[in-house]
């Protein structure tokens, strides 16, 4: 049987092959680049960096062998732009305006509008965020109206208090209200990657200021199916909770009228690279339909000992007058990067409206 092949490590998106990519298409705009000065720089201790600080080295790297200065070397960098031949690499390029820019504000906003096309400036711009919050978010509202839905959804992303891959921006977390204007331009945008931008903002709001965001939301046109994708991503987190102000955004606000008839987890023990096969009975106990939000948690065993609870998202419903539902998943239960099992019980709880309506567990063999 052949050896499956492990899955390449996301930092190799900049590896030796991709910094001969820069070389020869830079090389090929500007004959006098150094590119073996550059190789030489880029390449320096290149195992041992992670993904982001592979990008910074490849962008001071182009600063010391590109021969101008910022104006000069950004006339280079946005006729190489277009010739880079993976998205996420072209972020070599805002990143070099984060680190030379600050003295060339307006040139460096064009030049982060104009890079955003084929990757994205959204690292690039908190920076500038951080350095001068009011003039940086005076330009990304504009953006928040631009023709182009890669500005428009730089205009989110890029200020978005929780970004992930970067640091946080501590005054929005703060307080968030700067950026509502720019939110509220984007509350139905007609591109799908612009919304998704939009939701992950304003659930990145909800972990410190929920109120903000229900108020916020509170007047958006929930008939319009663009807004409400919005709305329904942004409380995801909140109704993971239960909250009952993010179920009733849901419709689902209301204790749910069911019993259980059953939830079961099998098989009742197993071990690590198995699955489980969660199933829940439920049947109507209403006299009118009702909206259900059916989620099930599971309680995994700590290195330390004891659990932490992590919410699945199951099923919406609506559910008739003496209506029965019946749901089966399967769930594996293996180590991923972001999650280690341990052995022990862990319980599976059925929530349904917020609300735990029955449990049974697992356990989890050495």
Request: charge should be neutral; include cysteine.
């Amino acid at each position: 049987m052949a050896e499956t092949e492990a899955a390449p490590l996301l930092k190799e998106i900049f590896n030796r092959d991709r910094l001969r990519h820069f070389t020869a298409e830079t090389q090929a705009i500007h004959p006098g680049f150094d590119g073996e000065r550059f190789l030489t720089l880029t390449s320096a201790g290149l195992d041992d960096l992670s993904i982001m600080q592979r990008l910074r080295q490849i962008a001071i790297a182009y600063h010391a062998v590109l021969p101008g200065g910022f104006e000069k070397n950004i006339d280079i960098l946005r006729a190489l732009a277009p010739r880079i031949n993976h998205g996420f690499a072209s972020i070599v390029l805002p990143e070099y305006v984060a680190l030379h820019g600050h003295d060339h504000f307006d040139l460096s906003m064009e030049a982060l509008a104009f890079f955003t096309r084929f990757g994205s400036s959204e690292f690039a711009i908190r920076h500038f965020l951080l350095k001068d919050l009011a003039r940086t978010l005076k330009v990304m509202e504009t953006w928040s109206l631009d023709d182009n839905e890669h500005v428009r959804r730089l205009s989110s992303e890029g200020c978005r208090p929780r970004l992930p891959w970067s640091f946080q921006l501590k005054e929005l977390i703060a307080d968030p209200s700067p950026v509502a204007p720019i939110l509220e331009n984007l509350r139905s945008d007609p591109s799908l990657y612009v919304r998704k931008s939009v939701a992950n903002h304003l659930n990145d709001i909800t972990k410190d200021h929920p109120t903000w965001v229900f108020d916020r939301i509170a007047d958006w046109p929930k008939d319009d199916p663009r807004t409400a994708w919005i709305i329904k991503q942004a409380l995801r987190t909140l109704i993971k909770k239960g909250d009952a102000k993010a179920l009733h955004h849901l419709g689902a606000g209301e204790k749910a009228e069911v019993k259980i008839d059953s939830f079961t987890v099998t098989p009742s023990s197993l071990k690590l690279g198995g699955a489980v096969k969660i199933s829940a009975r439920m049947v109507s106990t209403a006299s009118a339909p009702q909206k259900l939000v059916v989620d099930y948690a599971v309680h995994y065993v700590k290195k330390a000992g004891g659990t932490s609870k992590k919410v699945f998202k199951w099923k919406e419903i609506t559910f008739g007058a003496g209506e029965i539902c019946e749901l089966t998943m399967s769930r594996a239960i293996r180590d991923f990067t972001t999650r280690v099992h341990y052995a022990g019980r862990h319980p599976v709880e059925l929530i349904v409206n917020g609300e735990v309506l029955a449990e049974d567990a697992f356990e989890l063999t050495t």
